[in-house]
């Protein structure tokens, strides 16, 4: 059983970044897949970043690539989320989660975080 508490967010400037943090408890993140999503009103939650600390390997929505970087403490039991360059369109609800599931469907995802919100303004 793991429980995820997320924060970071807030509202920012279009071309601003944030740092988005989820930490763990109750098991280390060490072997868990960890993913990221976002929810805009009215649209689905979809994965925008996802990282298998096992082997190193990371994957990133094409929309985020290039500004978004996913990464992990160890020794804080916490995955970021560092989002640079922000865009209006980046505005939604964040939510980390972890499994053991490669890939984009939420439903992979065992654990999840309450959401945090990011507001990006023009």
């Known amino acids: 059983q793991v429980q995820l508490v997320e924060s970071g967010g807030g509202l920012v400037q279009d071309g601003g970044s944030l740092r988005l943090s989820c930490t763990a408890s109750?098991?280390?993140?060490?072997?868990?897949?960890m993913g990221w999503f976002r929810q805009a009103p009215g649209k689905e939650r979809d994965l925008i970043a996802r990282d298998r600390w096992s082997n190193s390997d990371t994957h990133y929505a094409d929309s985020v690539q290039g500004r978004f970087t996913i990464s992990r403490d160890n020794a804080k039991n916490t995955v970021y989320l560092q989002m640079n360059r922000l865009k209006p369109e980046d505005t939604a609800v964040y939510y980390c989660?972890?499994?053991?599931?490669?890939?984009?469907?939420?439903?992979?995802?065992?654990?999840w975080g309450q959401g945090t919100q990011v507001t990006v303004s023009s």
């Open positions: 989660a972890a499994g053991t599931y490669w890939g984009d469907d939420p439903r992979g995802y065992a654990y």
């Open positions: 109750g098991r280390t993140l060490r072997t868990y897949v």
